[in-house]
């Protein structure tokens, strides 16, 4: 008999009521509450997911502040940490800062290294990792666009210095954002592989655009897969089949998602048209990459997301789809007028191109 390892879901009280944005709506950074893990956790208790035998509830790992220092500069560090002790603050206009964000920012970075270091460890067979604030915006120097820590890249870092943990990572970041911060990481780092797939304002110049490829020995490491806005369900399943074969070529050890649903039709800061069952399909896909690579090991941190009422269908349809169960997403999901428009030509455009980027470096498609 076969015995199923759990699959871990790591999560805190302290991320459905600590770092509160300082002013109310509507503003950018009032999207990025308690709320967003509070609706979440009280939709899984609603539908029973903590009751199922193989899901686990985890609190982050315990880390000292030394681990911080693996990826962000002690000014960085001490910055974030005085303005949290003076009360809190604005560092521009897309980071805020309260009396709780260092803390509860130490503790999103223990969160994924507990989701990540948990699956290589073979204590889960995947994992989830509920934290906030976000993190792959943010690089060594600065924090960005809501993130305080660069939570995923942390976790890598803290698995190569002190697991001596050295294989092959795959990144793959479904964020409706270009996760810039993790890009600048790993630009020259052969042994990860960093795919983006975004919204892009193809009208003026940006960061993700198809041609920034890495670098050194790194270089056809950094995928960018930038897509238009108003993208829908099948087109974002079209765009990712791209990876198949560069995945298969690359053969990872691990995959970490860079879980974000900020592509999720109604999500206030995102222009692409997804519904949850989408999210079902993707990560049932890779799932099925995972088992064939690297024996289903895949971990699933917390991104961008912040429409309260789709964002917990979104978890729910991951969850079940590593559950290996059915998705029934909401009924206020069906029938939406736009399901069946497509932005397959300019799609298939910005497919060509960036296979021929990448051709030299991974072979014919």
Not at 87 to 109: C, H, P, R, S, W
Not at 278 to 295: G, S, V
Request: hydrophobic share 40%; proline share 5%; glycine share 8%.
């Amino acid at each position: 008999m076969i015995v199923e390892k759990p699959i871990g879901i790591i999560v805190d009280d302290d991320f459905t009521s600590g770092h509160i944005p300082p002013y109310p709506k509507p503003s950018f950074i009032s999207f990025e509450n308690p709320l967003r893990i509070k609706a979440i956790l009280n939709h899984l208790e609603r539908i029973q997911i903590f009751s199922h035998k193989r899901i686990v509830n985890v609190k982050p790992k315990e880390i000292l502040e030394a681990t911080l220092e693996l990826a962000h500069s002690k000014y960085h560090i001490e910055t974030i940490k005085r303005i949290s002790k003076m009360g809190g603050g604005l560092l521009d206009d897309e980071v805020f800062l309260t009396e709780d964000t260092f803390n509860l920012a130490k503790k999103a970075i223990g969160g994924a290294i507990e989701a990540i270091e948990g699956v290589i460890g073979n204590k889960y067979s995947q994992s989830l990792a509920l934290i906030r604030p976000p993190g792959h915006h943010a690089i060594r120097e600065k924090a960005s666009g809501l993130c305080i820590f660069n939570n995923i890249a942390n976790s890598i870092l803290y698995l190569r210095e002190k697991l001596d943990f050295h294989e092959n990572i795959a990144i793959i970041d479904i964020d409706n954002h270009f996760g810039d911060g993790l890009a600048q990481y790993f630009y020259d780092d052969p042994t990860v592989l960093y795919f983006s797939i975004h919204e892009f304002d193809f009208t003026e110049g940006d960061l993700g655009l198809m041609n920034e490829l890495g670098i050194d020995e790194g270089i056809g490491k950094n995928i960018n897969f930038p897509v238009p806005e108003g993208i829908t369900n099948d087109d974002f399943l079209y765009c990712l089949e791209l990876i198949d074969p560069i995945l298969k070529k690359f053969k990872p050890a691990l995959i970490i998602v860079a879980a974000g649903f900020d592509m999720y039709y109604a999500d206030p800061i995102g222009n692409c048209l997804l519904t949850s069952i989408t999210y079902f399909q993707f990560a049932k896909k890779i799932m099925r990459i995972a088992e064939n690579l690297c024996e289903g090991k895949i971990a699933f941190i917390l991104e961008g997301g912040y429409d309260i009422i789709g964002l917990p269908y979104c978890i729910e349809a991951i969850i079940k789809a590593l559950l290996n169960e059915r998705y029934d997403p909401p009924e206020f999901e069906d029938n939406l007028s736009f399901l069946n428009d497509s932005k397959r030509n300019e799609l298939e455009k910005i497919k060509t191109i960036l296979k021929s980027l990448l051709n030299p470096y991974w072979g014919s498609f």
